[in-house]
């Protein structure tokens, strides 16, 4: 656990956090964070110490450590590669190794700052460093990309989730945003400057030999105070230098770039389209979705943007994998008529106008029908659900045409929907790809749908007359209206909590008053639930979750102490390690009762040792 890193945001495995440098005035490094390694003699913030052939023992490390460290981020020593072809220097560098690991408690307790720590091949890891390196040398992996994926998250998922991940000499411009994705937290500018001197030009689209550019396509300092046929006339050694001030430039300003985009929650969408720059960062993305609990544990439930599916890639992220797990097996079962629909431009589906036209065509026996959503990426989105994120929160090209993946990804969500769900009857108001998705699912499950689209499109006069001729024959009662919003209520708090959830916090009695999408479920005048209109999850009341005591799911178990605003992570003796961050928790104590947002996973707040676990919206001391 780290004594001074902080992790202060998520966005999948990627983190925005700080590594306070000690001392009252010392600041932090704000992460994900490039080191500067043309700059460190003048960069008082990081201390490397270079080779641990460098030094004669131990106490000559924690001498110099105690020097160099107050209120810096020390990197202990390291040496990159043991010289085979020297016997008695890679027997030296491999006892250093090991004393450096064994004397690791003497040294963090000797100094009053930041340490940071490579992972020795072979040798255990050592705890309490605020920051490792990569155990494995990244360069030498660039080639396989799925060994550079397993570097990475076995790396990742050894280390306590508070702790800073240093890559070293592996950032460019064009990767640094999959790096960070990937969950590395830290890297410096080593492959920029070393580019240089093989005269390549680096840029977020990849890397050119500077003798085949016609111009310099930059504005940085560097590339402003000269042009390509001044710097192709100049020494060598003054290019190198221009080139090493471009490339290194370039790595800044794309760290500031991923810096936003995490705050942002937008850096899939940004990885998504630095893939494509070069096949390897593409099986990267590829390889790294495979590891599915891997990005699943670490990806908030919730973004702040919209999420943009613009490519193939799009399907296998967690938001889209994750919604269609949790419909298939969190939602009450439902039975009676199903309705599947197409999916519409305009969020929520039901405030565009082709679902405008579905709603006048049913009429009042749309209140006997239960419908469903078929759109790409999500695959099935029941109307309950429309206001959820990422349901109403996503955007995707709508040219008409439907990929080869997305009809099977979409076909593939329909019959596990279809299987974990008892209807009666089926009405299939659709057409194009939408219609071949159903034809397979029914010849799949051997069941048959009423198709009441045929050519002459959806919202035509002639479909929209069959849609409500079709529903109009169905001998079901009429759902009312309270029954329908309680309903919807259920149906969130279920994806949010679990099957079962929604009954136990809105019961039959319950009124849910309202406009849309505002809309709250009160029993005998006490406030239970409220839809959050951002983002269509349910807010608790302290009654709402009271409802839910003993259902022990996405309970937060914190200690002996009245917190005065959020938890920090501490104070959290136990948690449901199903929680993400974004999620609505029940915090409960000795001495309180509260919901909240979870700020982070329920793994991480067991783990950490800084960090806020759960900021608090209400609360209950409890006396006694």
Same mark, same amino acid.
């Given at each position: 656990m780290?004594?001074?890193?902080?992790?202060?945001?998520?966005?999948g495995?990627?983190?925005?956090?700080? #590594?306070?440098?000690?001392?009252a005035?010392?600041?932090?490094i704000h992460?994900?964070?490039?080191?500067?390694?043309?700059a460190?003699?003048?960069?008082?913030?990081i201390?490397s110490?270079?080779?641990?052939?460098?030094?004669?023992?131990?106490?000559?490390?924690?001498?110099?450590?105690?020097e160099w460290?107050?209120?810096?981020?020390?990197?202990?020593?390291?040496?990159?590669?043991?010289?085979?072809?020297?016997?008695n220097?890679?027997?030296?560098?491999?006892?250093?190794?090991?004393?450096?690991?064994?004397?690791?408690?003497?040294?963090?307790?000797?100094?009053?700052? *930041?340490?940071?720590?490579?992972?020795?091949?072979?040798a &255990?890891?050592?705890?309490g460093?605020?920051? /490792?390196?990569v155990r494995?040398n990244l360069l030498?992996t660039?080639?396989?990309?799925r060994?550079?994926?397993?570097?990475i998250?076995?790396?990742?998922?050894?280390?306590?989730?508070d702790?800073?991940?240093?890559a &070293?000499?592996?950032?460019?411009?064009?990767?640094l945003s %999959?790096?960070?994705?990937?969950?590395i937290?830290?890297?410096?500018?080593?492959?920029? #400057?070393m580019?240089?001197?093989?005269?390549? /030009?680096?840029?977020?689209?990849?890397?050119y030999?500077?003798e085949r550019?016609?111009? +310099?396509?930059?504005?940085?300092?560097?590339?402003?105070?000269?042009?390509?046929?001044?710097?192709?006339?100049?020494e060598?050694?003054?290019?190198?230098?221009?080139?090493?001030?471009?490339n290194?430039?370039?790595?800044?300003e794309?760290?500031?770039?991923v810096r936003? +985009? %995490?705050?942002l929650?937008k850096l899939?969408e940004?990885?998504?389209k630095?893939?494509?720059?070069h096949?390897?960062?593409?099986?990267i993305?590829?390889f790294?979705?495979?590891?599915?609990?891997?990005?699943?544990?670490?990806?908030?439930?919730?973004?702040k943007?919209?999420?943009?599916?613009c490519?193939?890639?799009?399907i296998g992220?967690?938001?889209v994998?994750?919604f269609a797990?949790?419909?298939?097996?969190?939602?009450?079962?439902?039975?009676?008529?199903?309705?599947?629909l &197409?999916?519409?431009?305009?969020? *929520?589906?039901?405030?565009?106008?082709?679902?405008?036209?579905f709603?006048?065509?049913l009429?009042?026996?749309?209140?006997?029908? @239960?419908?469903a959503?078929l759109?790409?990426?999500?695959?099935?989105v029941?109307?309950e659900?429309?206001?959820?994120?990422?349901a109403a @929160?996503?955007? %995707? &090209?709508?040219?008409?045409?439907?990929?080869?993946?997305? #009809?099977?990804?979409?076909?593939d969500?329909? #019959?596990?929907?279809l299987?974990?769900?008892?209807?009666?009857?089926i009405?299939?108001?659709?057409?194009?790809?939408?219609?071949r998705?159903?034809?397979?699912?029914?010849?799949?499950?051997?069941v048959?749908m009423?198709?009441?689209?045929?050519?002459?499109?959806?919202?035509?006069?002639?479909? +929209?007359g069959?849609?409500g001729k079709?529903?109009?024959?169905i001998?079901?009662?009429?759902?009312?209206?309270?029954?329908?919003?309680?309903?919807?209520?259920?149906?969130?708090i279920?994806y949010?909590?679990?099957?079962?959830?929604?009954?136990?916090v %809105?019961?039959?009695?319950?009124?849910?008053?309202?406009?849309?999408?505002? /809309?709250?479920?009160?029993?005998?005048?006490l406030?239970?639930a409220a839809?959050i209109p951002?983002c269509?999850f349910?807010?608790?009341?302290l009654?709402g979750?009271?409802?839910?005591?003993?259902?022990?799911?996405?309970?937060?178990?914190?200690?002996?102490?009245? *917190?005065?605003?959020?938890?920090?992570a501490p104070?959290?003796?136990?948690?449901?390690?199903?929680?993400? *961050?974004?999620?609505?928790?029940?915090?409960?104590g000795e001495?309180?009762?509260?919901v909240?947002?979870a700020?982070m996973?329920?793994?991480?707040m067991?783990?950490?040792?800084?960090?806020?676990?759960?900021?608090?919206?209400?609360?209950?001391?409890?006396?006694g």
């Amino acid at each position: 656990m780290s004594r001074y890193y902080e992790v202060t945001g998520h966005d999948g495995p990627a983190r925005r956090g700080k #590594i306070r440098l000690g001392g009252a005035d010392a600041g932090s490094i704000h992460t994900p964070y490039v080191i500067d390694l043309a700059a460190l003699k003048g960069d008082r913030s990081i201390i490397s110490m270079g080779s641990l052939l460098k030094y004669e023992s131990l106490d000559d490390i924690k001498s110099r450590v105690l020097e160099w460290g107050d209120g810096r981020l020390c990197v202990l020593p390291y040496t990159g590669f043991r010289p085979a072809n020297n016997a008695n220097s890679a027997n030296s560098a491999a006892n250093m190794e090991m004393a450096v690991i064994e004397g690791m408690p003497e040294i963090l307790g000797a100094v009053k700052s *930041p340490i940071g720590l490579p992972m020795y091949d072979g040798a &255990p890891v050592p705890q309490g460093a605020d920051l /490792y390196a990569v155990r494995e040398n990244l360069l030498t992996t660039w080639k396989n990309p799925r060994d550079l994926v397993d570097a990475i998250v076995c790396t990742r998922e050894t280390l306590p989730p508070d702790t800073a991940l240093y890559a &070293p000499a592996s950032a460019t411009p064009e990767n640094l945003s %999959i790096l960070v994705y990937l969950g590395i937290d830290v890297v410096d500018n080593a492959r920029a #400057i070393m580019s240089a001197y093989r005269q390549k /030009y680096l840029t977020a689209d990849g890397e050119y030999y500077i003798e085949r550019l016609d111009g +310099l396509p930059c504005m940085c300092e560097a590339c402003r105070s000269t042009g390509i046929e001044k710097l192709m006339s100049m020494e060598a050694s003054d290019r190198i230098q221009i080139i090493s001030e471009h490339n290194r430039n370039k790595t800044f300003e794309e760290m500031v770039k991923v810096r936003q +985009l %995490i705050r942002l929650g937008k850096l899939r969408e940004y990885v998504e389209k630095q893939s494509r720059s070069h096949p390897t960062l593409t099986a990267i993305l590829r390889f790294i979705d495979e590891e599915h609990a891997y990005l699943e544990r670490r990806t908030p439930t919730m973004r702040k943007g919209r999420m943009l599916a613009c490519s193939s890639e799009s399907i296998g992220r967690v938001e889209v994998t994750r919604f269609a797990e949790r419909v298939n097996t969190r939602l009450e079962v439902k039975s009676g008529t199903l309705l599947l629909l &197409p999916c519409s431009a305009a969020k *929520p589906y039901s405030t565009s106008p082709s679902h405008y036209a579905f709603r006048r065509a049913l009429g009042k026996n749309g209140r006997k029908l @239960h419908e469903a959503v078929l759109t790409s990426p999500l695959g099935v989105v029941p109307r309950e659900l429309e206001l959820t994120y990422p349901a109403a @929160h996503y955007d %995707i &090209p709508t040219t008409g045409h439907w990929s080869h993946e997305e #009809i099977e990804w979409v076909a593939d969500c329909l #019959i596990k929907y279809l299987k974990a769900n008892d209807y009666e009857r089926i009405i299939a108001h659709v057409g194009g790809a939408y219609r071949r998705i159903c034809e397979r699912a029914a010849s799949e499950l051997g069941v048959e749908m009423i198709f009441t689209a045929h050519d002459s499109g959806v919202t035509s006069i002639s479909a +929209l007359g069959q849609l409500g001729k079709t529903a109009g024959e169905i001998d079901a009662r009429l759902i009312s209206k309270q029954e329908r919003l309680r309903m919807m209520m259920r149906c969130i708090i279920d994806y949010q909590f679990g099957a079962g959830a929604g009954r136990r916090v %809105i019961p039959d009695e319950a009124a849910v008053r309202g406009r849309f999408p505002r /809309y709250s479920a009160y029993k005998d005048n006490l406030k239970l639930a409220a839809v959050i209109p951002y983002c269509g999850f349910i807010g608790l009341t302290l009654d709402g979750a009271e409802r839910l005591d003993g259902f022990e799911k996405y309970w937060v178990t914190v200690g002996d102490f009245e *917190p005065r605003g959020a938890i920090l992570a501490p104070g959290v003796v136990d948690a449901d390690l199903q929680i993400r *961050p974004g999620d609505e928790v029940i915090v409960k104590g000795e001495r309180l009762f509260g919901v909240g947002r979870a700020a982070m996973s329920g793994w991480e707040m067991v783990s950490s040792k800084r960090g806020v676990a759960v900021k608090l919206r209400s609360k209950r001391l409890i006396e006694g």
